[in-house]
C-alpha cells in the first residue's frame, strides 16, 4: 500500500498563488507517476496536472496551462503543484494520485490522497 500526505491549500484571492505538496509513503517502489486532480460540487473529478518522477514527463489539463507547474522529486517520493493566476473556477478540492503511468485518467493511479480544498475568492 502507498499512503498520500497533501498539504497547502487554502484561501487566495483571484491572481494569488499556492503551492500544493503531495509525500508518498509505504510500497513507493510500485509509484512512477504522481498527479493531480481536482473535484467540484456536482462535477465529476477532473485532471489538473500529471509527472513522470524518472523523467519529469508532464501533461497538464489545457485549463491550468502556463498557470499551474506539477514538479517532483523522486528521492522524497513527492510531487508539488504550483498554482498561479489563481481564478475562481480554480476552486475545488484538490487530490493527489500516484500510480506507475503519467496519464490523463483517474484509473491509471492506484493511490489517492485525502484532499485539500483550494478556494479562489474574487
Known amino acids: 500500500q502507498v499512503q498520500l500526505v497533501e498539504s497547502g491549500g487554502g484561501l487566495v484571492q483571484t491572481g494569488g498563488s499556492l503551492r500544493l505538496s503531495c509525500a508518498a509513503s509505504?510500497?513507493?517502489?510500485?509509484?512512477?507517476?504522481m498527479a493531480w486532480f481536482r473535484r467540484t460540487p456536482g462535477k465529476d473529478r477532473e485532471f489538473v496536472a500529471t509527472i513522470a518522477l524518472s523523467d519529469a514527463y508532464t501533461i497538464y489539463a489545457d485549463s491550468v496551462k502556463g498557470r499551474f507547474t506539477i514538479s517532483g522529486d523522486k528521492a522524497k517520493n513527492s510531487a508539488y503543484l504550483k498554482m498561479d493566476s489563481l481564478k475562481p473556477d480554480d476552486t475545488a478540492v484538490y487530490y493527489c494520485a500516484a500510480g506507475g503511468t503519467p496519464d490523463t485518467g483517474s484509473r491509471y493511479y492506484d493511490y489517492w490522497g485525502q484532499g485539500t480544498q483550494i478556494t479562489v475568492s474574487s
Open positions: 509505504g510500497r513507493t517502489s510500485s509509484v512512477y507517476a
